[in-house]
């Protein structure tokens, strides 16, 4: 048989056997968590959460009387893909959208607070430390 007659062969044979799924392929293990902020202090940002009045429009755990229903709830918002649904979760683009929300989506709904970059750290550390 001539090499050609034998990759033909080979081919067909090839061709004619089914198709097996070999699982375990494709990952299904959840994207790791986004960096904590080391840089904030979390007791401070529960404070400064309370002050801009943050819980008027989220839901926040642990803040007295944060209950709003306007925004989204940051309930387990360090396990979170995106801040915003734009930006990949982590401590630099959260305190980025903190600091001038409609920089980063103009429009939104969220207004700017005036929130310093000192500030939004903490609001950051609070945030990612919070059930």
Known sequence: MTLTR??????????????????GCASTAPAPPPPQSHVGRPDRG??????????????????????GLVGPPLTQ?????????KLPNNADNLGRWITDPQAVEPGT??????????????????????G
Do not use: E, K
């Open 6 to 23: 034998t990759l033909r062969a080979l081919g067909a044979a090839v061709v004619g056997l089914p198709i097996v799924a070999v699982p």
């Open 46 to 67: 529960a404070q400064l959460i309370a002050q801009y009045g943050c819980g008027s429009c989220h839901t926040i755990p642990g803040i007295n009387r944060a209950n």
């Open 77 to 85: 918002f360090g396990a979170r893909s995106y801040v915003a649904g």
């Open 109 to 130: 709904a969220m207004p700017n607070l005036g929130v310093s970059a000192i500030d939004a750290q903490d609001i950051v550390a609070y945030l990612y430390t919070a």
